[in-house]
């Protein structure tokens, strides 16, 4: 897994960035989702597991809970705190089917595709890694 997550941001290709960069510009004007910010705990997590695991997590999370036709409890299925990923979620609108549609434009009532997953799981990625390197204070109040 882990190669193999090496393997993909090497391989994302410039449309991928240029959308996860627009995605996060248009999320950025949005109060409700702008407000978002990970907590220590998250961040220590993080920090611990290391970056392909938490990568990892935010695929598998996503597929389990979002990506099917019609996900259990669509609209209440992703918590507010206790992962990164799930604060993430939120922040990045890719937390139900409802959001997912209106912010990304990909239609709810059929599965996601293994490569929206994937999209999905690196935008994510990028609003984490973007909250860990404005917060370096808190990896230096660890030791
Ligand atoms: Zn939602």
Redesign the pocket.
Known sequence: MMTKERERAVTMDETEQRWIADALERLSHSAFRAKFTLSERDRAYARDKGRDAIADHARDLLRKRVGDAEPRND?RQ?PWRGHPVFTAQ?AT?T??R??IAKWHGIPKGRPLTDDEVARLADLVMAWIDRDLAAHPDDELRLF
């Open positions: 609209g992703t939120h609108a937390c139900c409802g959001c």
